[in-house]
Structure formats: C-alpha cells, structure tokens
C-alpha cells in the first residue's frame, strides 16, 4: 500500500510570491490534513478536507488556503508569501473513522527568501 | 481550543535505562492520544496512541498512560536503544475532529552508549 506522497520536497521562493503544495493520501483515505512545521512553533494544524470539504480549520491568515478533489489528493496555497512562512509542510491522511491513526508525508520544505 | 504541554522538551538517558515523557491537555472533550516519533529528516510516524476509555497501554517496550482527571497522558520507554533517539510529539483530539490534532511541542530523547 503506498504511503501519502508530497511533491515538491524541496521549494525556495522569493517574498510576496505564492506556491502551491501537492499532497497524495493513501489510497482510501478521504481525509486530508495540514500541518505546519517549524523549529520555535512545533506542529501547528493548518486546515483538514474530507470529501473536497473543509472541515476543520486553523488558526492561520487567509494567506494560506487549501482544496481538495474528488480522488482525495489535497493542494495547498500560500499567497504573498512571507519570510515566516519558511517551514516544512506536512500533510496527513486517516480514514473517514473517527480517532484513527494519521498517517504523514515527508513533507515540503518551504524556503522564503 | 485545545493546548498540550509537553515535557521535558530535551531528555538524555543511557541505553538500557528507562525515559519518561509527560503530557498534559486542556480540552476536557479530548478523547484519542497519539504518540509520534520523528526521527532527523523523517516524517511523524504513530507509535502508540490511546483512547479515552482505557487508562494503560503497552507494546513491547513502549507504554502510555492517561489519567483523564488530571488531564494528563505519559510515555513511558524501557530499555531504551540507540535507534530510540529522536523527536516524540504528544498529540491530544476528540472525536468530533479526530483529523485535527493539536500537538505538544516535542521531546528530543538522546539514548547515549
């Protein structure tokens, strides 16, 4: 059974440019979440999408949003890019059950320059 | 919302001896605990998790405890090796959004020969 798949692994952007991020969940898995990476803040929760919904929300600006499609895979978007949003971006997949195991990906390392 | 606090943030022990790391949640809803290890350059991978109804858990060498009371959920690791050391993220969620994990801010364990 394959694992969650991010591309790209690795991305440098400049400042006030946007990215999007790709991430694949586990074949079965309908819900996708995101999380945020970074050395001072730990694991902070971005957004989760189940069925090309988003169900649960962080507490993050606008800036970053996310969709999902309807063969589960989750794309998220940073716009205008800051130097703080440097980071690794991980996405997690689970199962529509409740208090299941999340999976992860490897993650996209996200430099802002 | 939901914090977890977690403890200590940096543990060095000697293999063979025994690591203990403490967790303490705010949500009284919380009702799944998961434990992930992150080892340098990894993704989180779940090594134990524990549910609300159930006090102790154990596989192998890797045990967690919950007292809902108190609030607070432990790790305990005997015997520990060498390939112990890295990161361990507590992580708390209820059920009404199990894909939202609100995570600790991470535990470096140094297993030293």
């Known amino acids: 059974k394959a694992g969650v798949t991010q591309t790209p692994r690795y991305l440098i952007k400049t400042r006030g440019q946007q990215v999007t991020l790709s991430c694949s969940p586990i074949s079965g898995h309908r819900s996708v979440s995101w999380y945020q990476q970074t050395p001072g803040q730990g694991l902070q929760f971005l957004f989760e999408y189940f069925s090309e919904t988003q169900r649960n929300k962080g507490n993050f600006p606008g800036r970053f949003s996310g969709r999902q499609f309807s063969n589960s895979r989750s794309e998220m978007n940073v716009s205008t890019l800051e130097l703080g949003d440097s980071a690794l971006y991980l996405c997690?997949?689970?199962?529509?059950?409740?208090?299941?195991?999340?999976?992860f990906g490897q993650g996209t390392r996200l430099t802002v320059v | 919302g939901e914090n977890v606090e977690q403890h200590p943030s940096t543990l060095s022990v000697q293999e063979g001896d025994s690591a203990v790391i403490k967790c303490t949640y705010s949500?009284?809803?919380?009702?799944?605990f998961p434990w992930y290890k992150q080892e340098l350059g990894k993704r989180p991978q779940l090594i134990i998790d524990?549910?609300?109804?159930?006090g102790e858990k154990k596989d192998q060498r890797i045990a967690v405890t919950l007292n809902k009371t108190a609030k607070h959920f432990s790790l305990h690791i005997t015997e520990t090796q060498p390939e112990d050391s890295a990161v361990y993220f507590c992580a708390a969620t209820h059920t009404g959004t199990a894909s939202k994990l609100t995570f600790g801010t991470g535990t470096r364990l140094q297993v030293t020969l």
């Open positions: 949500d009284s809803a919380s009702n799944y």
């Open positions: 997690a997949s689970s199962s529509a059950q409740p208090g299941t195991e999340a999976f």
């Open positions: 524990i549910r609300s109804n159930v």
